[in-house]
């Protein structure tokens, strides 16, 4: 059967039709209801899991440091070698995705992080320790964009900004929690307990799979009509319920943010791209580029930032494990107090502004700490918290706007390609801080240079970035 069917073809057995354009029709007219906050509960989850797995290695990292003797270039290694396994399983999964299905790999996903979290607690030296990272790498960085991509293609047009964002909370969420956890736990039950207790959300691959339906707009582009029918059919049956209403026909008069053609003409070039090389295709290569670009700054100046701050607590001005875990947990709950933040006003300020104002503002801020001098621990807290307000609400809004700018048949790979870029970042940004920090023996310089790479995000996308908000995804993207 073929995989690329025309958007004009033969309606399937519903009356509103199962063509692409027909399902995007009928989702746009569907009003939110308990079904949406259901699925966005069931996928938010396992997200939430999923970073919390992520920064369990900030905290363990001290402690690991002194049980495995590790030196600097070990430690560094520790902080990065799951950031390397993520920026594979970011592009694996994207193509898997877009092939068979956004539920099915994230239901693999997030079992296989489970697996390798149990697996760790039972390492007793770096190299299996590290391999192990890798691979749970590889399910996290699989999980994380294309849960990104599923979300968006089931929400409409209509503050879909906010919609998604609050979904996506809860990763900055599992980051947070996980730092208040690891805070308490790592010190007085060890590194390996947090493990043991991250393994347990694997079993909610059997829930994924269970409550959560396929995704109709990639059912309907792979061509399998039947199918997307029948899931549609049922979201549609589940909502009309939750609502106590019928629903709007789609396309009739009065249906608000029913889909419209694209707003330029899309070339055949574009409308047959597809894959790797459709990436960078006509005004795919832009957006590409631009939000690559804001991936990889953004998340630099992120875990540049967070990855080394237990560390540096705990180094350079002397402070206990539990304090320099504490401390750093506050920038983290600061951050998670940017993603709230703009969650509530992407809709209205859009999403340029957003990384213009956000990645600007904490560039700012991390001067300013450089010009102090840093002098104090409580000097950095203030100043990194101000800073991770800025550049988590920026890094969360990417999780919105990737999806928004690639057509269903690549959407999952673009969202994967900005993973892996982010990936990029994520290695680059602890290792690089670690280079300046140990060349300059002072903190000054590792945030000037942070400051640098945010002014580039800043600028990069107030003057590149295309606005997406309030669009349907088949208006943006042909």
Not at 205 to 219: D, K, M, T
Request: charged share 15%; glycine share 10%.
């Amino acid at each position: 059967m073929s995989t690329d069917i025309s958007p004009d073809a033969a309606p399937g057995p519903s009356p509103a039709g199962t063509t692409r354009t027909a399902i995007a029709a009928r989702f746009e007219r569907l009003p939110p209801s308990r079904w949406h906050v259901t699925v966005r509960l069931i996928v938010g989850v396992v997200t939430f899991f999923e970073a919390f797995d992520q920064l369990l290695i900030a905290y363990a990292l001290p402690e690991l440091r002194d049980e495995w003797h590790l030196s600097t270039g070990d430690a560094t290694a520790v902080l990065t070698v799951g950031s390397v396994g993520m920026l594979v399983g970011a592009l694996l999964s994207g193509r898997l995705a877009d092939r068979y299905g956004r539920v099915k790999v994230i239901a693999y996903c997030i079992a296989l992080s489970g697996l390798v979290s149990l697996a760790l607690t039972a390492c007793t030296s770096l190299t299996p320790f590290l391999a192990l990272r890798f691979v749970q790498g590889l399910a996290i960085g699989g999980e994380v964009p294309v849960a990104a991509a599923f979300i968006s293609e089931i929400t409409r047009s209509f503050k879909r900004g906010r919609f998604v964002l609050l979904y996506e909370l809860v990763f900055p969420a599992g980051l947070t929690v996980g730092a208040l956890v690891a805070a308490w736990v790592v010190p007085a039950a060890g590194w390996r307990t947090m493990f043991a207790v991250a393994a347990i959300p694997g079993l909610l691959a059997f829930l994924v799979q269970r409550r959560v339906p396929e995704s109709p707009r990639w059912l309907a582009d792979r061509g399998r009509l039947a199918e997307a029918e029948a899931v549609m059919a049922g979201i549609e049956a589940k909502v009309a319920a939750a609502t106590g209403r019928p629903l709007p026909a789609p396309d009739a008069p009065g249906a608000p943010h029913a889909p419209e053609k694209p707003s330029a003409a899309a070339t055949d070039a574009e409308r047959a791209a597809t894959g790797m090389r459709g990436l960078f295709t006509g005004r795919y290569r832009r957006r590409t580029l631009v939000v690559g670009a804001i991936w990889f700054t953004g998340y630099f100046v992120n875990y540049g930032v967070t990855s080394w701050l237990p560390s540096i607590y705990k180094d350079e001005y002397g402070l206990g494990l539990s304090d320099a875990l504490l401390y750093s947990t506050v920038t983290s709950v600061a951050g998670l107090l940017g993603c709230l933040i703009v969650a509530l006003t992407v809709d209205v300020l859009g999403r340029r502004r957003i990384f213009a104002i956000c990645l600007g503002a904490s560039a700012a801020l991390l001067l300013t700490l450089a010009a102090l001098g840093a002098g104090s621990p409580v000097q950095v807290l203030i100043w990194t918290s101000l800073s991770a307000v800025g550049f988590f609400g920026s890094n969360i809004c990417l999780y919105l706007y990737t999806p928004e700018l690639y057509p269903t048949r690549m959407r999952a790979l673009g969202c994967s390609v900005g993973g892996a870029v982010n990936r990029l970042g994520v290695i680059l940004g602890p290792i690089l801080v670690g280079v300046v920090y140990a060349a300059n023996d002072s903190v000054v310089a590792v945030f000037v240079m942070l400051a640098a790479v945010a002014v580039l995000g800043a600028v990069v996308a107030g003057t590149l970035a295309e606005e997406t908000a309030n669009r349907p995804l088949e208006e943006i993207s042909p």
